[in-house]
């Protein structure tokens, strides 16, 4: 199975702030990454697919990048309703697997 | 916009069984393949199993191989999964989701509980 590393775990940022979380894979799985935002009580929602692209009406704060096995995720400016938890996950190969998680959090 | 209704969740014994079901709106269905993830309370997310679009190939997650069953109707834009043998680690909310990348139902609360 490929095993996806997910970090920080949880991160404090204040409003404007940059933050990155990163998601590294076991094996080279292309750009087949997703990245999802989960606000409490709340299905997720698909922000950034194969690895870069803006899922439509998603603002553009939100970026992402990388290839191969190492993929980072980006909110320029941090927003209040941006507190959630986000989460990586590859399509490469069955099992689809995701991140632990990274709960964002603001000052 | 896609549509995703998940149905059929609830409070199961130990041992007992479950269909869900999941009614997809506003896309081509039978085109995608479809999944289902589960996320127990306060933990993250673990995909549970895959059908292709035409339902040839299936994929199951370990933890629920021999024990649930997917399976999907194209002409009532449907996937459902059957759930036997529970136990009390499976409780969870379970999300329907489309293709690969996925896109998410709202999803149906399975307790395993005596």
């Known amino acids: 199975d490929i095993q996806m590393t997910q970090s920080p775990s949880s991160l404090s940022a204040s409003v404007g702030d940059r933050v990155t979380i990163t998601c590294q894979a076991s094996?080279?799985?292309?750009?087949?990454l997703n990245w999802y935002q989960q606000k409490p009580g709340k299905a997720p929602n698909l922000l950034i697919y194969?690895?870069?692209d803006l899922e439509t009406g998603v603002p553009s704060r939100f970026s992402g990048g990388g290839s191969g096995t190492d993929f980072t995720f980006t909110i320029n400016s941090v927003q209040p309703e941006d507190i959630a938890t986000y989460y990586c996950?590859?399509?490469?190969?069955?099992?689809?697997?995701f991140g632990q998680g990274t709960k964002l959090e603001i000052k | 916009e896609v549509q995703l209704v998940e149905s059929g969740g609830g409070l199961v014994k130990p041992g007992g069984s479950l269909r869900l079901s999941c009614a997809a709106s506003?896309?081509?269905?039978?085109?995608?393949?479809m999944n289902w993830v589960r996320q127990a309370p306060g933990k993250g997310l673990e995909w549970v199993s895959s059908?292709?679009?035409?339902?040839?190939?299936?994929y199951y997650a370990d933890s629920v191989k021999g024990r649930f069953t997917i399976s999907r109707d194209n002409a009532k834009n449907s996937v459902y999964l059957q759930m036997n043998s529970l136990r009390a680690e499976d409780t969870a909310m379970y999300y329907c989701?489309?293709?690969?990348?996925?896109?998410w139902g709202q999803g149906t609360l399975v307790t395993v509980s005596s």
């Open positions: 989701a489309r293709g690969g990348i996925l896109r």
């Open positions: 506003a896309f081509s269905f039978s085109i995608y393949s």
């Open positions: 059908i292709s679009s035409a339902g040839t190939y299936k």
């Open positions: 094996q080279d799985i292309r750009n087949a």
């Open positions: 194969d690895a870069s």
């Open positions: 996950q590859q399509y490469d190969d069955f099992p689809y697997t």
